[in-house]
């Protein structure tokens, strides 16, 4: 009997023993992880922070850049403007043989606008006098626009026709604003063809 009891003990203390050293075992690797896990979470906290700060950034960069484009908006229409404006006192003549002018080009045209014009309003002149001939060649004055201008004013001319069709009196001042006059001499004026083509939507769905 004593045998057993000195059995069961030994088997108590070397049961105690293994959850001892289990449980410290367990224990440690707890201790391991909850240590990394507690990494990790710093780490997320420092990105979600790194995160945050990067949104804000991009946030700034994205008015900074939305505000930059309405900048570059503006001054792309100005120095279109500009050009437009300043090309206004230029004129192109069409027609001429090439080479014409010779070594002195400014006084050869200084002559050529007297020869044919003999007046200052070259543009107006030429209009009215309709087709000009110079040595021969019959030849055409235009207005000198920029590309962006002239584009502008191609814009209007379909929306031109059809007005002109129905009656109304038309007039495409610089540098692309259309003026119109009503039968009843009523004006109105467009300032871009957009709004142009919706008059004229209007005007074919009323009729």
């Known amino acids: 009997m004593a045998d057993i ?11 105690a023993a293994d959850f001892k050293s289990s449980f410290d075992s367990l224990a440690s690797k707890l201790d391991n992880m909850n240590s990394t896990v507690t990494d990790h979470g ?3 906290g ?3 922070v790194n995160a ?3 949104d804000h950034r991009l946030q700034q960069l994205e008015s900074t850049c939305f505000a930059l484009q309405g900048d570059n908006q503006s001054l792309k229409a100005k120095v279109a403007d500009l050009e437009g404006r300043s090309r206004r006192q230029n004129i192109r003549i069409v027609g001429l043989p090439e080479l ?3 070594p002195r080009p400014s006084e050869f045209f200084s002559q050529l606008l007297v020869d044919v014009l003999v007046k200052d309003l070259v543009i107006r002149e030429a209009r009215r006098r309709g087709d000009l001939v110079y040595k021969g060649q019959q030849i055409r ?3 000198d626009y920029s590309p962006d201008v002239i584009k502008l004013r191609a814009e209007n ?9 129905s009656g109304y009196r038309l007039a495409l001042l610089f540098p692309a604003k259309l003026r119109i006059t009503r039968p009843n001499g009523d004006r109105m004026w467009f300032r871009s063809a957009s709004e142009a083509a919706k008059f004229v939507q209007d005007l074919n769905t009323d009729s």
Not at 7 to 13: E, G, T
């Open 157 to 165: 001319k379909t929306f031109m026709a059809e007005l002109y069709k």
């Open 100 to 102: 014409i002018e010779g």
């Open 42 to 44: 710093q780490r997320i």
């Open 52 to 54: 945050t700060e990067v």
């Open 141 to 143: 004055f235009y207005d």
């Open 5 to 15: 009891s000195l059995l069961l003990s030994d088997h108590r203390a070397a049961l």
């Open 46 to 48: 420092s990105l979600e």
